[in-house]
């Protein structure tokens, strides 16, 4: 993975981030909402909650709409991004910002939920499954994993048919040159695994539960349940 190449880009994008994210995601509020709310009303309030790759705190401001007495770790390669996580939460004091790439070590502490929106795909395969092995290490039995992520279908046909869909509606929706350009050399950064063999790794690192609970072609959401 180029790290240093994921924290430029990400950093570069940082202010507009928040604003492109339903252009660039079609299913935003299936995918972000809804999927929170279904989650969130079957588990019991997570006494801490730590958000991977959390950005500008996009996802965490979904999570905290159901839990907002949970304390809640965001962590992040681009600071750029965090820096916005912070105005977005300014005031709230049951939330930390920890600037760290997560492939390397999580937080030195067990929590109770933990969550990801829109990175762990720019990983190898094998950093997936090293990532996978150490998550399944911090949470306790009976303690959840959600990832809200991008895929490839799994076929490079039905891929193509995935992908060729998704960027034909970038026109329709209000990106900019610029954004697409930017977003295109994002892309390369791109590792996507099907979200069967996300859910073959999970299993295989010893997750209890692992399912499927969104899909919308590009974009879906598992959760596993140690």
Same mark, same amino acid.
């Given at each position: 993975m180029?790290?240093?190449?994921?924290q @430029?880009q990400f950093n570069m994008?940082?202010?507009?981030?928040?604003?492109?994210?339903r252009?660039?995601?079609?299913c935003f509020d299936?995918f972000?909402?809804?999927?929170?709310d279904?989650?969130?009303?079957?588990? !019991?309030d997570?006494?801490?909650?730590? !958000?991977?790759?959390a950005g500008?705190g996009?996802?965490t401001?979904?999570?905290?709409?159901?839990?907002?007495?949970?304390?809640y770790? &965001?962590?992040d390669?681009?600071?750029?991004?965090?820096?916005i996580a912070?105005?977005?939460f300014?005031?709230?004091?049951?939330?930390?910002y920890?600037v760290e790439d997560?492939?390397?070590k999580?937080?030195d502490r067990?929590?109770d939920?933990?969550?990801?929106?829109l990175?762990?795909h720019?990983?190898?395969?094998a950093?997936?499954?090293?990532?996978f092995?150490?998550?399944?290490e911090?949470?306790p039995?009976?303690?959840v994993?959600?990832?809200y992520?991008?895929?490839?279908?799994?076929?490079?046909a039905?891929? @193509?048919?995935y992908?060729?869909?998704?960027?034909n509606g970038?026109e329709? =929706?209000?990106l900019?040159?610029e954004?697409i =350009? &930017?977003w295109k050399?994002?892309?390369k950064?791109d590792r996507?695994?099907?979200v069967?063999?996300?859910? !073959?790794?999970l299993k295989?690192?010893g997750f209890a539960?692992?399912?499927?609970?969104y899909t919308?072609q590009k974009?879906s959401v598992?959760v596993?349940i140690?």
């Open positions: 180029e790290v240093k190449d994921i @430029n994008i940082a202010k507009k981030y928040d604003e492109n994210r252009k660039f995601i079609p299936g972000y909402l809804d999927t929170t279904f989650i969130a009303s079957n588990i !019991d997570p006494k801490s909650v730590l !958000d991977l790759g500008t996009i996802l401001s979904f999570w905290y709409q159901n839990f907002p007495k949970s304390n770790t &965001l962590v390669i681009a600071e750029d991004m965090l820096r912070r105005e977005r300014c005031g709230m004091t049951n939330i930390e920890l997560y492939t390397k999580l937080p067990d929590f939920l933990i969550i990801s929106a990175s762990i720019h990983l190898e395969h950093e997936k499954i090293e990532l092995k150490r998550i399944f911090k949470l039995v009976g303690g994993f959600v990832n992520d991008q895929f490839c279908a799994g076929s490079e039905l891929n @193509n048919w992908d060729v869909y998704w960027e970038f329709k =929706s209000g900019s040159k954004d =350009s &930017l050399e994002r892309r950064l996507e695994c099907s069967e063999q996300q859910s !073959d790794m295989d690192c539960i692992v399912k499927c609970v919308m974009f598992t596993a140690k």
